[in-house]
């Protein structure tokens, strides 16, 4: 894999990979940025939101769950003084649908977290990470 930062303006700088889509990034104005795209930090953040929900998804999919909605929300915590690290990161899986099975969303969770997700894989080595979730039953 690879991939090249261009610096648009000060800070503020586009990036792109392998899968030849550009994505801004940014620093606040303080730090001489324009606040015009995400912080290094937070697309890391969504780095492990997409990687783990991908995986999810797709193992529920394949245990035949009947899922309607899905959402995850992150919430981290970071070192106080520099680098500014990732200390605990908490992940919440919100999954609505019909009939879901709790104890197929828990193993579908556990999979991603412990053996698919490349990107937790690498977190989980310097920061507590946890994770729980909830059902939605749906009706219609």
Not at 69 to 75: A, H, I, P, T, V
Not at 103 to 122: E, P, Q
């Amino acid at each position: 894999m690879k991939a090249i930062i261009k610096q648009i303006e000060g800070l503020s700088l586009v990036g792109k990979s392998d899968s030849n889509h550009w994505v801004p990034l940014d620093s606040s104005k303080t730090f001489g940025g324009s606040e015009a795209g995400a912080r290094p930090m937070e697309m890391v953040l969504i780095a492990l939101g997409g990687c783990t929900s991908m995986d999810v998804l797709s193992i529920l999919k394949k245990m035949r769950e009947n899922v309607l909605d899905f959402d995850l929300s992150l919430e981290a915590e970071r070192a106080e003084g520099h680098p500014a690290v990732f200390t605990k990161i908490h992940l919440h899986y919100m999954i609505a649908g019909k009939n879901i099975n709790s104890d197929n969303v828990s193993k579908a969770i556990d999979l991603s977290m412990n053996k698919y997700c490349s990107v937790t894989a690498m977190l989980k080595k310097s920061v507590d990470m946890s994770w729980d979730f909830e059902i939605k039953e749906m009706t219609s």
